[in-house]
Every structure is written in C-alpha cells, then in structure tokens.
C-alpha cells in the first residue's frame, strides 16, 4: 500500500516538474514556485458596454515606493504589462512611450491627447520586492484609465502578486524543492495584468471584428436589423454589467468593421461585447463632405431602419474613413465631417434625434484593405454605423 501512495504522489508531482533521479541519494523533485495573488479589486468601472473599440497610450509605470532607480524599474514593470496586454487584444492601438518620467497627471493627459488616443492608461507600483531566487518576491500594481477625451477616471483596479520561498519538503524516499523564478517580477507583473485584462474583455469589443459592407438598401437593412428570432446581434440577450454611479465618459472611439457573431467567453472567461453595426458605400464629392446623391438610398435605408420598431431610440455611432491618399491631420478633419454630414442627413430627412447620433472621424487610420487599387481605395473610404446596446444593457 505505501509503495502505491508513494508512486502516485511521485507521479503526480513529476507530471509538471523536473526530477534528478539517483542510485543512491533522494530522488530530488523540483517544481517551479507559482505566483500567489489577492484578489483582484475593481473599485471603480464604467456602467454597461463600451460600443467602438478604443485607442490607448500607456504611461511608464510611477514607482512609489523610495528606490535609487526609479527610470529602470519603471521601464521593466511597463514593458512587462504592456506585452501581457498587448497579447490580449484588448485596443486596436496601444502606444507605450518609454523613458518618459512621471510628470503629473495633466501632463500625462496632453501627451494621450496629442497622440490622438481615446485612453490614458497609468500604472503605479506602491510596492515591490525583489528576492530573487533567494527569498520572497511580491508587487502591488494599482492601474487608472481615463478617458482621454474629458479627462474622467473610467477604471481603478488593484492587486498583489507573491512568490514565496518554500522550504523542502522531505517524504523520506524523495525529496521536493520549490524553484524559484530567477525573473519574478516578470512572472507576477504577467500574471496580474492577464487578470486585469478580463474585465475590460468584458467591456471593450473585439477591435479585430469586421461588419457586413453593404452597398444596397437590403443590405443596410440586414446589417442593422435584429433577426426574424428576436435574439438580436447587438448584445441585448447578454447580462447587464454592475453598474458603477458614471458614465463611461469615453469618446467614441476608432472601431474596426466586423460581421457580429455570437459572444463567445475566451479561455479566461471573458464575454466580449456583441455590437452590429454595417459598413456603408457611401459616395461623396471630391475632397469634400458633400454627399452624392446616388447613395440617398443607402442613407434612406439607414433611416428607414433607425425609424423601425425594433432600432426607434437606439443611439448610433457614426464613424467616417478615408483612404490613405493625403496628410493624416487632414483626412482625419475630412472624415469627421464626412459623419456630421451623414448625421445631418438623417436628422434633415428623418427626423432622427440627434442627442442619440453620435460622429467621431478614423481618418485614414482603419482600413478595410490595402489600397491597392481604386476599388480598394473606396472600399476604405466608407461610412461606420454602430448601434449602441439598449439602455437597460
């Protein structure tokens, strides 16, 4: 019977370490210290979904605790977190500038405005441990997102992660060391920020999905329009999020197109935001916002289904895109008044409300494809409906 417990607890114990096998000392057992986190806090976050996906820049970790090489800490930790995120998908864009030292926080906010982002991401380390492969290793990462545009915190999350130095445990026949981690910060820094990326999984949409591009009514209508089930494809049959006392406070934000298909929960159990929306050909004079009217009936579409039953006070985001031709400051001015012209046609001729329209302009900075050749330059230069959730969502 012992010879049975002891196979399988060496068994099991082997399955994910190494082993020094031997004639005639212990056979030694070594498995890799794991990382020991609190549980993660969130004590603030936006209410409902976040409808396009958003721009980031990310700002060097602010180490607060006393240390003679704040610059170099810093540079690690954001390096480190900024991979893990950058792995998640979480933005289309995540800018991380390095060798920036902490200047407050207006001036982190002008720097994420002039780069054009919808986000201002600071990590803070209040406290940090390095025992190497010698003793305990520990960090605290407190990370606050802002909406760059109005200056509002969205997000404050908070948690600690642990690698603790374990001595050997001796079961007589064979003996089992804990290893320790010669980079612990980077297994714990990794660790806490895959954690902090499930909550904005659930809040942010995949920004690599892609919409129907409709060029006729039906078309538009299909795109836009729950289906015959009722079930919806705008994350209406998806659970309310807690909801926290504010807005989101975002602006909208650069979205890529997508075909919406059914939420799916990754490996870390994060639910991504449904949203249906369309990609529309919509014409418009030469370098101007002028819209042509041979695509009044892809926007008569657009207004017939925004005035149905099923879409009546759905607030929509418009997007406009251009193609790559031209300065960038320029296409982006160019396309925000490609939107507003969109809205003002469907205020104009349907009577939409426009408190319920919002515009944002991406500029030339999503395109559909390479551009290669005149199709594809109008394929890019289109016109991004959104629908946001309902408002009990």
Request: glycine letters at 8%.
């Amino acid at each position: 019977m012992k010879k049975i417990i002891f196979s399988a607890l060496l068994l099991m114990l082997t399955a994910c370490s190494h082993v020094d096998l031997s004639l005639t000392d212990q056979i030694k057992v070594y498995t890799d210290a794991p990382v020991r986190k609190s549980a993660l806090q969130v004590s603030l976050h936006p209410r409902g979904r976040q409808v396009s996906p958003l721009t980031a820049y990310f700002h060097p970790f602010v180490i607060q605790q006393e240390n003679r090489d704040h610059a170099a800490l810093s540079s690690s930790f954001s390096g480190i977190f900024f991979n893990a995120w950058t792995e998640e998908r979480l933005f289309t864009t995540m800018e991380l500038e390095s060798g920036s030292g902490y200047q407050g926080l207006s001036s982190a906010m002008n720097t994420a405005r002039r780069r054009g982002a919808d986000l201002l991401i600071i990590g803070k380390v209040p406290y940090f441990y390095d025992g190497h492969t010698l003793d305990d290793s520990a960090v605290t990462l407190e990370v606050d997102i802002y909406a760059a545009g109005s200056g509002q915190l969205l997000w404050t999350m908070l948690q600690s992660g642990r690698i603790e130095k374990r001595d050997p445990d001796d079961y007589v026949y064979f003996v089992h060391e804990t290893r320790m981690n010669d980079a612990p910060f980077n297994k714990i820094i990794r660790a806490i920020a895959k954690d902090m990326a499930i909550p904005l999984k659930a809040w942010l949409p995949d920004p690599e999905a892609r919409y129907q591009y409709a060029t006729t009514p039906e078309e538009v209508k299909q795109g836009l329009l729950p289906a015959p089930d009722g079930a919806g494809t705008d994350g209406s049959d998806l659970p309310p999020e807690p909801g926290a006392p504010q807005g989101t406070g975002a602006a909208p934000a650069p979205g890529a197109s997508g075909t919406p298909a059914a939420p799916a929960a990754g490996e870390d159990g994060a639910t991504r935001p449904q949203i249906s929306g369309v990609d529309l050909d919509i014409l418009f004079d030469f370098d101007k916002a002028v819209i042509q009217q041979q695509s009044y009936p892809l926007l008569d579409a657009l207004g017939e289904s925004l005035s149905s039953p099923q879409l009546r006070g759905r607030e929509i985001v418009i997007g406009g895109h251009t193609d790559a031709a031209g300065d960038a400051q320029y296409n982006l001015d160019l396309s925000r008044r490609r939107a507003d012209a969109v809205k003002t046609y469907l205020v104009d001729r349907w009577k939409a409300d426009p408190a319920l329209i919002k515009t944002v302009g991406y500029g030339k900075t999503r395109p559909l494809t390479a551009g290669t050749t005149d199709g594809d330059q109008q394929r890019n230069r289109r016109v991004e409906i959104r629908l946001a959730p309902p408002a009990n969502q």
